[in-house]
């Protein structure tokens, strides 16, 4: 059996972890050689001191949902008295809000409504192409391209090439949650399945739209089945190349029906750090500071993230599950400096934004 160290040395020069070697690395490996391990890992495929993140928003659309995720505070069911759904001018007005603060990447995300049909979003994602041309729609998830494939009784694939024509540019990894059938059951029973997750993230690859890889850690999953998450992950990216980062965040508990214990902050670094080296295959993975906050943020530099995610100038999820955390593109840029990195602006795709001036990003 090979030693820790020599598994540590060869994850951080780009080598192949085995399944039983990433939770191996997981359960047994040294915090701090961990860390070590991915940080040389990120500076090997990133060695300026560039950090990159994204001037965005996610706005929830609506709260109703027929999936009903135990882990989910923000859903209402069907019919509720507090159940919402924006109407497209109201969805404007904070398009509008966001494109005149910078932002580039527009999230529009929210439950899986079956009373939305599919030309609702297209009517939609049309007017934001044609008022607002300069931001990137990078919107819906897994489980709202399922739900309207029900509703529509069409296959995903012709739901995601409806979308597109309509000017959707690319698919988040939302939804993604633990891609493990007995974890599934238990937290989100009318959720996807894993292997449905995945044949719609290869299809709107196939298509041409980038999407990204989420996880969120911290309900019932244990160290093996973390690894399984991205051991699917990386397969799928053998196969199709087209996801572009990697966004583990731990599950917010406070106000949900599962409840259970936040994560620590040594567990997100431990996820963090075992990422970058188990997936060897994505060139970028984010520190998702929403959930634990900018401090935890700036430590996520020196464990495998190369990027800072975004402003995410209005949230509601994850504040709804019990989550506080908030920070302005000032906060951002100030927490990567202190950290001794420079912020530089990119778009959805990782293409530097033009107004910005450095000569290598990585």
């Known amino acids: 059996m090979s030693s820790l160290v020599s598994l540590l040395d060869r994850a951080a020069g780009g080598g192949r972890l085995t399944f039983d070697e990433g939770v191996r690395l997981y359960k047994e490996a040294d915090i701090h050689d961990l860390g070590a391990a991915?940080?040389?890992?990120?500076?090997?495929?990133?060695?300026?001191?560039?950090?990159?993140?994204?001037?965005?928003?996610?706005?929830?659309?609506?709260?109703?949902?027929?999936?009903?995720?135990?882990?989910?505070?923000?859903?209402?069911?069907?019919?509720?008295?507090?159940?919402?759904?924006?109407?497209?001018d109201t969805v404007l007005e904070r398009v509008k809000y966001a494109a005149?603060?910078?932002?580039?990447?527009?999230?529009?995300?929210?439950?899986?409504?079956?009373?939305?049909?599919?030309?609702?979003?297209?009517?939609?994602?049309?007017?934001?192409?044609?008022?607002?041309?300069?931001?990137?729609?990078?919107?819906?998830?897994?489980?709202?391209?399922?739900?309207?494939?029900?509703?529509?009784?069409?296959?995903?694939?012709?739901?995601?090439?409806?979308?597109?024509?309509?000017?959707?540019?690319?698919?988040?990894g939302a939804g993604a949650e633990i891609l493990v059938e007995r974890v599934r059951k238990r937290i989100s029973a009318r959720k996807v399945r894993p292997e449905e997750w995945l044949g719609v993230m290869r299809d709107a690859q196939e298509l041409g739209m980038p999407t990204t890889a989420t996880m969120m850690f911290g309900s019932i999953e244990t160290a093996e089945e973390r690894i399984e998450?991205?051991?699917?992950?990386?397969?799928?990216?053998?196969?199709?190349?087209g996801f572009t980062a990697f966004i583990p965040w731990y599950y917010v508990?406070?106000?949900?029906?599962?409840?259970?214990k936040e994560a620590t902050g040594l567990e997100y670094l431990r996820v963090l750090a075992v990422s970058r080296l188990y997936l060897d295959n994505f060139a970028h993975l984010?520190?998702?500071?929403?959930?634990?906050?900018?401090?935890?943020?700036?430590?996520?530099?020196?464990?495998?993230?190369?990027?800072?995610?975004?402003t995410i100038l209005e949230e509601r999820v994850v504040h709804d599950a019990g989550s506080t955390n908030e920070a302005t593109r000032a906060d951002l840029e100030n927490a990567i400096r202190k950290a001794g990195f420079v912020p530089v602006i990119r778009d959805t795709y990782w293409n530097l934004r033009d107004d910005v001036a450095l000569a290598t990003a990585g």
């Not at 998450?229 to 190349?241: A, F, K, P, S």
């Open 38 to 88: 991915a940080h040389a890992r990120r500076m090997q495929l990133y060695p300026s001191c560039a950090v990159t993140y994204v001037i965005d928003t996610t706005i929830n659309y609506t709260n109703v949902c027929n999936v009903h995720c135990t882990f989910c505070a923000f859903f209402r069911p069907e019919h509720h008295k507090e159940g919402y759904t924006m109407s497209h």
């Open 100 to 172: 005149d603060r910078g932002a580039t990447q527009i999230m529009i995300q929210g439950g899986v409504n079956p009373e939305l049909k599919l030309e609702w979003f297209e009517t939609l994602f049309a007017r934001v192409r044609r008022e607002y041309p300069r931001v990137d729609i990078h919107s819906l998830s897994v489980s709202e391209i399922v739900g309207l494939s029900r509703v529509e009784e069409i296959p995903t694939r012709e739901v995601l090439v409806r979308l597109k024509a309509a000017g959707m540019k690319s698919l988040p």
């Open 229 to 241: 998450h991205m051991h699917v992950l990386r397969e799928l990216q053998d196969e199709t190349g």
């Open 253 to 260: 508990p406070f106000l949900t029906p599962l409840r259970g």
């Open 286 to 310: 984010q520190a998702s500071w929403l959930t634990p906050g900018l401090k935890l943020g700036q430590l996520a530099l020196f464990y495998g993230c190369d990027d800072m995610g975004g």
